[in-house]
Structures are given as structure tokens and as C-alpha cells.
């Protein structure tokens, strides 16, 4: 069973950071891509930033220049680092990895349960 669990959410002072991470778990073949996505309240979802397996990483408007995505292929693990935090960022930080668990599976999309993160004075 392959299960995303993402940690390292909590409250923070506008201006200050974060470090997101999830972690992989169960029998993974190969990861295609894995991203955040962040919901708040009275929003609808939205994507925050991807990175495929080569690397290549992509941002929402709203966080390019304060947020960074990275890997850690060894542990499986994916990072969000959160810069210059605004109460705008406000939200449930969810991790999503598009994966195959062996050669004869197709792509399939996971989902970790989210964590909280809260910018507020």
C-alpha cells in the first residue's frame, strides 16, 4: 500500500518559514511527478508547486520567489520550503505523487491527509 504523509506544518509569524515534507511509503516502481496542492478556507483547491522525476519544477504565481520544491530520491521524500510567509498562505498543505508500483501498473495518483499551516501575528 503506498501511503503519502506529509508533516512539519504549524503557526507562524508573517515573514517567517516553513519546511514542509512528505514521505512515501510501500512499494513504489517509479515516481512520475509530486507537488502540493494547499486548500483554504472559503477557497477552492489549488496547485502550489510540482517536480517531476527530471527535476523540472513548476510554481504557482502567488509563491514563485518564496516557495521551493525538492526531492530527496534516496528517502523518497518531497519538501516544501515556505519563504517571506503571508496570512495569505493560510491553508491545508496537501502532498500528491503521481506513481507506479511496478512496471505493469499504469500512473496513479496518491494523496496524503494534509497539514495545517497558519501564518498569523
Known amino acids: 500500500q503506498v501511503q503519502l504523509v506529509e508533516s512539519g506544518g504549524g503557526l507562524v509569524q508573517p515573514g517567517g518559514s516553513l519546511r514542509l515534507s512528505c514521505a512515501t511509503s510501500?512499494?513504489?516502481?517509479?515516481?512520475?511527478?509530486m507537488g502540493w496542492y494547499r486548500q483554504a478556507p472559503g477557497t477552492e483547491r489549488e496547485l502550489v508547486a510540482t517536480?517531476?522525476?527530471?527535476?523540472?519544477?513548476n510554481y504557482a504565481d502567488s509563491v514563485k520567489g518564496r516557495f521551493t520544491i525538492s526531492r530527496d530520491n534516496g528517502k523518497n521524500t518531497v519538501y516544501l520550503e515556505l519563504n517571506s510567509l503571508k496570512p495569505e498562505d493560510t491553508a491545508v498543505y496537501y502532498c500528491?505523487?503521481?506513481?507506479?508500483?511496478?512496471?505493469?501498473?499504469?500512473?496513479?495518483?496518491?494523496w496524503g491527509k494534509g497539514t495545517l499551516v497558519t501564518v498569523s501575528s
Open positions: 500528491t505523487g503521481s506513481l507506479a508500483r511496478s512496471t505493469y501498473d499504469p500512473w496513479k495518483d496518491y
Open positions: 510501500g512499494r513504489i516502481f517509479r515516481i512520475r511527478a
Open positions: 517536480v517531476t522525476s527530471g527535476g523540472s519544477t
